[in-house]
């Protein structure tokens, strides 16, 4: 039974879903993409419980503004040994769950809890309960043992899940096909929920008075500023980017590279902004909360997403690039599979081939030389989200896939 985009779910009973949160992402919590599907789930009759571990003994049962229960697992943060931990816990944790539950759903990401999944096969099927395994990315910091171990798990993971689980879920059309193909997956069994923007919140029309009070605050008053927001890692093209700025340095002194969030590689970015003389044409800005972020973008004239043609990037659906375009900016991106299925040939997009410094400052020049065309070059962005991006869009997707399993 498949639910149409906005038909009302009022004669349905509620479901009920366990989400099992991946624990790289249990610190942030809040600030967390799958947060807002699930609440858009959860305005959809849906009673959802995310198991998740914290340092903290009082942990809220529920997150402030959020429709999502929490079951909170107290173990303190230890990268090596909390996903262990975690696992042994799952493994009493979940054939509860299931007993004292009228559970529909389990959803779980490629990790090593797919061990604790084990016991409850079976059980699982006596009492109707879905598992699904649900898959965002694969592995892309896989230096070392942990790398490895990282990849390990999500092979276990998905093979587990072909043989065991009545469902899997892909984050877009591109790592779906790669995914079946390379797991000689049917097709028929994967679903596809993407990434997705919220329109209220990155809403460029709220940023209109306040958004030249803020440049000039920031001192970027008469700057051309080239925007980027995110993890601060070598796989992200970021050095190269910072390398671009010292070809246009001389040339275009009013152009500014402002990057927002933090990250392992932080420190060598900001030696090598040093060691280039960058100071006055690089920017580094601290992590804000998601909630500031669509500021910091409204003030920007162009975003760049400088994305490596890597495995791990081709087939992800980019959040960074859906929140510049949900603000109406036009973006410096990598010519990927990734980027063209949001983009497009559409002129809110200025492709660059190779994440090669001198592209990327080509690149820069002819949005500094069309900065008079970006306000209208950029409008489309807005639509391209409203129209396939929006977490309502996106829940109703997840929604119907999870419906046609059961």
């Given at each position: ?405 059961e």
């Amino acid at each position: 039974m498949i639910i149409e985009k906005g038909k009302n779910t009022n004669n349905f009973r509620e479901k009920k879903m366990v989400w099992i949160q991946p624990t790289s992402r249990d610190k942030a919590l809040h600030k967390m993409a799958d947060l807002e599907v699930l609440n858009q789930l959860a305005k959809r009759k849906y009673s959802i419980y995310i198991i998740k571990t914290t340092p903290k003994i009082n942990e809220p049962s529920r997150l402030e503004n959020s429709l999502v229960h929490i079951i909170s697992i107290p173990l303190k943060h230890l990268p090596m040994i909390l996903p262990v931990m975690r696992t042994f816990f799952l493994l009493f944790l979940l054939p509860v769950q299931i007993l004292t539950t009228k559970l529909d759903f389990i959803i779980e990401a490629p990790d090593v809890s797919i061990l604790s999944f084990i016991p409850i096969l079976i059980l699982s099927k006596m009492k109707k309960v879905k598992l699904i395994l649900d898959i965002r990315t694969v592995p892309v910091e896989t230096i070392g043992f942990r790398g490895f171990m990282l990849k390990f798990w999500f092979v276990a993971s998905i093979i587990v899940a072909k043989q065991f689980f009545d469902g899997i879920t892909i984050i877009t059309s591109s790592m779906k096909k790669e995914i079946c193909t390379r797991f000689h997956i049917n097709p028929k069994k994967v679903g596809i929920w993407t990434s997705g923007v919220s329109l209220e919140l990155f809403d460029p029309f709220k940023y209109v008075s306040e958004r030249l009070d803020f440049k000039s605050k920031l001192g970027l008053s008469e700057k051309f500023v080239v925007f980027y927001h995110g993890v601060f890692t070598n796989t992200r093209g970021l050095t190269q980017t910072i390398e671009a700025m010292k070809i246009l340095q001389n040339k275009y002194p009013d152009v500014i590279l402002f990057l927002l969030g933090r990250g392992p590689i932080a420190s060598n970015l900001r030696s090598l902004i040093r060691e280039n003389g960058l100071q006055n044409n690089v920017i580094i800005h601290d992590a804000v909360d998601q909630s500031e972020v669509p500021k910091f973008i409204s003030m920007c004239n162009v975003g760049i997403v400088p994305l490596p043609d890597h495995p791990h990037w081709r087939h992800q659906s980019p959040l960074k690039l859906l929140e510049y375009l949900a603000m109406k900016k036009v973006v410096i991106l990598t010519d990927i599979p990734a980027h063209r299925a949001v983009i497009g040939k559409n002129e809110c997009g200025l492709y660059i081939s190779s994440i090669k410094p001198i592209e990327i400052a080509e690149a820069i020049e002819n949005a500094y030389m069309n900065k008079l065309n970006l306000e209208s070059w950029g409008r489309v962005g807005r639509e391209i989200v409203r129209e396939k991006y929006t977490w309502e869009k996106v829940a109703v997707d997840l929604e119907n896939y999870l419906l046609s399993i059961e």
